[in-house]
């Protein structure tokens, strides 16, 4: 529960320091006060938007930390997803720095304010007058049956289900549409991998090729080249190797005059061996170099193939033709396989379905069974408020389809009226009996929800007298269980309070200041004598005021 609320340099507040009890606490003042700025200073530390124009003093920066006791309430798997250290006394404190910008933190680690949200949604719950609208939103009324179902579980199961429903049959739809595309091109696809199989291409059988073709297309040129080379190395009487034989003869015969002969001898015969070794080579290649019209036209038939086929495909080697081949393979498989893989898929989608179909039932059935309970409950209180004909039916239908929430659509139906069948409330509650429905069904969701606090913002517009008395004594009810505060306007409800909180404006320093205080007994007594007469009550007004006191 709320167990203190500190604000600095807020709006009209420069310091305000509230504890907070448990049982049912009422703050009252007048119009202008200021209530609604220290509830606007709490949302900060809810998670709501900030501006930086909240601040009272511009130049420093804007604090407002809540107090909450957590240990009752078994948060500390909640606190170990969010990633924040546990602490039975948790600390929520939102600042806003002059510059515009705004940090959260729990227990003084820092976090996102989706972090803080989740958190502080299952803390404290305000409900003020604009939210009544929400009572005519069929999500809303939804969210009401599945807390009173306590349908957490199956929902989440369904959710799972769903979610991978839903990316099957996108999956589904995606392989489909990439089917239709492909099978448009097949013919295409077919006609170009079987062009490119055809030519049987070879990776790097172009440099081959054209190395060849070079060679035939100059082979009288290299033939007489490599002869006249061949003449000069092994010609009968001028070759150079006629000549090494002769010199190495003539060297053998100085050995016993020359020291080094021998070495020379070696020298020349080892010229001799690595020219004749040319010479052989040059020999073979004179032999391999004949011209053929036959060999000449296949190269030239299969380079003009290569080329053809590199320039319709945009491209320079034979490598990226093969690549492209790969691809046109792996797209014609991926064809002739799209009607396996769109059975299988669909295969999946119909098991999910029986299977999600299974879960959504599960779901209505328990919303269902408490639907009647909740129609029983509710028209006994809005009895007690002062509508004796009140009725009050929670209608069910299916959704076409499968929805992200199963297949029931939920419909809130109301008449306050006799002889006047329950129609949707949006289209025949009044603003008062919006406010009393409203209460009716926060104070179910509280009783299931076991939530820490809730927060009524003025919410008994339209109603006085005892209906206002009858409101005030469910909020009493409510906080057996749980801690409320009803900021109100009506002495019926500021009486039923355990603890009593006024805000008014001071005006003693240079600069109008909110401040807020616990009234004692007597202080109390006076304060509703003035919600019912005004200023100055009079004595009849003060009887009046003590005796709300007594009855409560």
Do not use: W
Request: hydrophobic share 40%.
């Amino acid at each position: 529960m709320l167990r203190n609320l500190t604000i600095d340099n807020y709006a009209l507040i420069d310091r305000l320091d509230i504890d907070f009890d448990d049982g049912l606490s009422v703050i009252t003042g007048e119009t202008g006060a200021g209530k609604s700025i220290i509830l606007g200073a709490l949302s900060l530390v809810l998670g709501s938007r900030a501006d930086s124009k909240v601040a009272l003093d511009a130049s420093s920066k804007c604090v407002v930390e809540a107090t909450f006791d957590v240990e009752p309430y078994r948060l500390e798997a909640l606190f170990d997803e969010l990633d924040v250290d546990y602490s039975a006394s948790t600390i929520v404190r939102r600042e806003i720095l002059p510059n515009g910008k705004s940090r959260a933190f729990v227990n003084d680690t820092p976090v996102g304010l989706q972090q803080l949200r989740t958190l502080t949604s299952r803390l404290i719950d305000i409900h003020s007058q604009h939210e009544n609208l929400m009572l005519s939103n069929t999500d809303f009324q939804l969210d009401i049956v599945d807390t009173l179902a306590d349908t957490a579980d199956d929902l989440h199961k369904y959710t799972d289900l769903f979610n991978r429903y839903r990316d099957t049959r996108q999956q589904l739809r995606s392989l489909r549409d990439e089917s239709d595309k492909f099978l448009a091109e097949k013919d295409y696809i077919e006609h170009q991998l079987s062009e490119l199989v055809a030519a049987n291409l070879v990776d790097g059988e172009q440099q081959s090729l054209e190395e060849e073709q070079n060679l035939i297309n100059h082979s009288q040129e290299v033939i007489e080249t490599l002869s006249a080379i061949m003449a000069s190395l092994d010609g009968e009487e001028s070759g150079v190797l006629s000549l090494l034989r002769s010199a190495s003869t003539h060297i053998g015969r100085l050995e016993k005059y020359i020291n080094r002969a021998s070495e020379f001898a070696d020298r020349i015969n080892s010229s001799f061996v690595e020219l004749k070794d040319i010479a052989s080579e040059l020999s073979a290649i004179i032999e391999s170099t004949e011209f053929s019209e036959e060999r000449k036209h296949f190269i030239d038939d299969r380079l003009n193939l290569i080329y053809s086929l590199q320039q319709k495909h945009r491209v320079s080697s034979v490598t990226h033709l093969l690549d492209i081949q790969d691809d046109f393979a792996r797209r014609l498989d991926l064809i002739e396989n799209f009607d396996d893989r769109i059975s299988s898929l669909q295969t999946q989608i119909d098991e999910l379905e029986k299977q999600l179909a299974a879960a959504a039932e599960r779901l209505s059935q328990r919303r269902r069974a408490v639907g009647s309970l909740i129609e029983e409950k509710t028209e006994a209180m809005l009895h007690e408020l002062g509508m004796p004909n009140g009725r009050f039916e929670v209608s069910f239908s299916a959704t076409d389809d499968f929805t992200s929430r199963g297949r029931d659509k939920i419909e809130f139906l109301f008449s306050a009226n006799k002889n006047r069948s329950p129609q949707p409330v949006a289209e025949i509650a009044s603003g008062g009996e919006i406010s009393r429905l409203m209460l009716v069904i926060k104070s179910l969701v509280a009783a299931s929800q076991a939530l820490p606090t809730i927060i009524f913002d003025e919410i008994d517009t339209g109603i006085s007298g005892e209906i206002a008395r009858k409101m005030g004594e469910i909020m009493q009810t409510m906080s057996a269980s749980m801690q409320v505060v009803a900021i109100t306007h009506l002495p019926q409800i500021a009486s039923k309070g355990k603890t009593h909180y006024k805000v008014f404006k001071d005006e003693s320093g240079e600069t109008t200041q909110t401040r807020i205080a616990c009234l004692t007994a007597d202080e109390r007594i006076v304060e509703i004598a003035e919600m019912i007469a005004g200023k100055n009550p009079s004595r009849s007004a003060l009887d009046s005021a003590r005796e709300l006191l007594e009855y409560r």
